[in-house]
C-alpha cells in the first residue's frame, strides 16, 4: 500500500509564504494532489500535478514535486488568514488503483 | 447544483444501535466511497463502490457494511455501533475522465457512539 506522511501543524504570520511537505512511498503514481479542508466542510481538491512535471504554478500556490525523494510540497504565498485549513496530500496507490491514499493533513494556521 | 450530499450531519447513538448513513450525488459518477476522519489519523478509507453492482473493502471496513443502491446512492450502516465509531464520515464521488483520482466530498456526518 501507499504511505503518505505530512507533518500535523504549520503555524506562520499572515503575509508570509507557507510550504507544506509531503512524502511517499509509491513511484508509480500518475497524478498527485492537494486537497484543503476548511472548518466543518468536507475536502475540496485545491490542485494537482502530473508525475512528469516538477512544477505547476497556479495564482498564489505552487506545487513542486521530486520524483527521485519522492517529495510534494505546496507553497501558498502572500498567505492570508482565510488559508487556515487543514491541507491534505494524497497520492493515488493501492496497487496501483485510481484511489488516493490521504496523508494526516497539516493544520495551517494564520496569525494576523 | 448539490454536488455530493449526506444525511444525517448529526447523529448520537447508544452502544449497539443500528443507524445507516445515506448518501447521493448528481454528477454521474461512477465510484463512490466512505471516508472516516478521526483527529492526527486523517481519512481512512471504510468501503468503496467503483461502479454500481460492486463494493469493496477499504483499510478500516470492520463493524460497517455497504449498499450501491443504483448509480447515485451509496449508504453506510453501522449494526452494531460502538464508542470506537464516534468520527466524522465523509462520502465521496469520482468520475472518468484526466482527473480521474479528483474526488468530489461531502460534507459529513458526525456521529458520537455513546
Known amino acids: 500500500g501507499e504511505d503518505v506522511e505530512q507533518s500535523l501543524f504549520l503555524s506562520v504570520r499572515e503575509g508570509d509564504s507557507s510550504v507544506i511537505n509531503c512524502t511517499y512511498t509509491?513511484?508509480?503514481?500518475?497524478?498527485l494532489y492537494w486537497y484543503k479542508q476548511e472548518p466543518g466542510a468536507g475536502l475540496q481538491l485545491l490542485t494537482y500535478?502530473?508525475?512528469?512535471?516538477d512544477m505547476k504554478q497556479d495564482q498564489r500556490l505552487t506545487v513542486l514535486l521530486n520524483k527521485k525523494d519522492k517529495h510534494l510540497s505546496l507553497r501558498i504565498a502572500d498567505t492570508q488568514t482565510g488559508d487556515s485549513a487543514i491541507y491534505f496530500c494524497?497520492?493515488?496507490?493501492?496497487?496501483?488503483?485510481?484511489?488516493?491514499?490521504f496523508g494526516r493533513g497539516t493544520s495551517l494556521i494564520v496569525h494576523p | 447544483n448539490a454536488g455530493v450530499t449526506q444525511t444525517p450531519k448529526f447523529q448520537v447513538l447508544k452502544t449497539g444501535q443500528s443507524m445507516t448513513l445515506q448518501c447521493a450525488q448528481d454528477?454521474?459518477?461512477?465510484?463512490m466511497y466512505w471516508y472516516r476522519q478521526d483527529p492526527g489519523m486523517g481519512l481512512r478509507l471504510i468501503y468503496y463502490?467503483?461502479?454500481?453492482?460492486?463494493?469493496d473493502k477499504g483499510e478500516v471496513p470492520n463493524g460497517y457494511n455497504v449498499s450501491r443502491l443504483n448509480k447515485r446512492e451509496f449508504s453506510l450502516r453501522l449494526e452494531s455501533a460502538a464508542p470506537s465509531q464516534t468520527s466524522v464520515y465523509f462520502c465521496?464521488?469520482?468520475?472518468?475522465?484526466?482527473?480521474?483520482?479528483?474526488?468530489?466530498f461531502g460534507e459529513g456526518s458526525r456521529l458520537t457512539v455513546l
Open positions: 465521496a464521488s469520482s468520475g472518468q475522465g484526466v482527473n480521474t483520482g479528483e474526488l468530489f
Open positions: 454528477m454521474n459518477h461512477n465510484s
Open positions: 494524497a497520492v493515488p496507490g493501492r496497487g496501483g488503483s485510481y484511489i488516493p491514499t
Open positions: 500535478i502530473f508525475s512528469n512535471m
Open positions: 463502490s467503483a461502479s454500481e453492482g460492486t463494493t
Open positions: 509509491d513511484s508509480s503514481s500518475t497524478y
